[in-house]
């Protein structure tokens, strides 16, 4: 028999980690390896489990998809990740893939579409949900770089912006980052002027806008 696909999902809602369980172990071929609640738990387990492809959530506390999309891909470059998302907008689907995601896919989709992009990713493939619309795809394929509003900062940056918006002060954020907080003042201040912030507030749109956290936290 061939050997299963191995799985690692990151979501931080318990309902829907075990509907894709569910999903995922009844598919021929898929084995679902171990669970994350967020992308700091997802990075731990992944030196031990050994996933070959890894489902995000985009949006999570502490380290969001995009955030852990970055550190995964640095850190294994084998492993193959796909983002789930509820969000089908040009900069959401551009973001993931400009920072090496395998596959996009909608968490409407119906299970049928999950377990093949996770096959086609597997193959060394790549998917995006169908119901992305064309449009998003071309915008992807044309934009230039510079013009993602996430590329003015640096993987760190995007998790302090996380952390400032879930409403860490700074030495809790140096703590959890484990930096110095004079780091992580200096962090914020750049993240701000690049942005052209001038208070939490605006960190705190700016991250709903652009997917690191969710409004309702």
Do not use: C
């Not at 071929?29 to 731990?44: F, Q």
């Not at 942005?195 to 409004?215: K, M, P």
Request: proline share 5%.
């Amino acid at each position: 028999m061939a050997v299963p696909i191995r799985v690692l999902i990151a979501d931080d809602h318990a309902l829907v980690r075990a509907g894709i369980r569910r999903l995922i172990d009844g598919a021929a071929g898929l084995e679902v390896v171990g669970e994350a609640a967020d992308g700091t738990e997802a990075l731990s387990l992944i030196p031990d489990l050994d996933p070959d492809v890894v489902l995000l959530d985009i949006t999570m506390p502490r380290l969001n998809g995009l955030s852990a999309l970055t550190r995964l891909v640095a850190e294994h470059p084998g492993l193959k990740v796909i983002i789930l998302s509820m969000h089908d907008n040009e900069e959401y689907v551009w973001q993931a893939l400009h920072s090496g995601a395998a596959g996009y896919v909608l968490k409407d989709a119906s299970p049928e579409e999950l377990v093949l992009a996770i096959q086609a990713v597997a193959r060394g493939g790549s998917y995006l949900s169908p119901s992305v619309s064309r449009h998003v795809v071309s915008g992807y394929v044309k934009r230039p770089p510079e013009n993602a509003v996430l590329d003015r900062l640096t993987p760190r940056q995007m998790e302090i912006v996380q952390l400032i918006a879930e409403g860490h002060t700074n030495q809790e954020i140096a703590g959890l980052l484990s930096l110095s907080v004079k780091t992580v003042e200096t962090h914020r201040g750049q993240l701000m002027a690049r942005l052209e912030l001038h208070d939490v507030a605006g960190v705190v749109r700016f991250a709903v806008r652009s997917g690191l956290v969710r409004a309702d936290r």
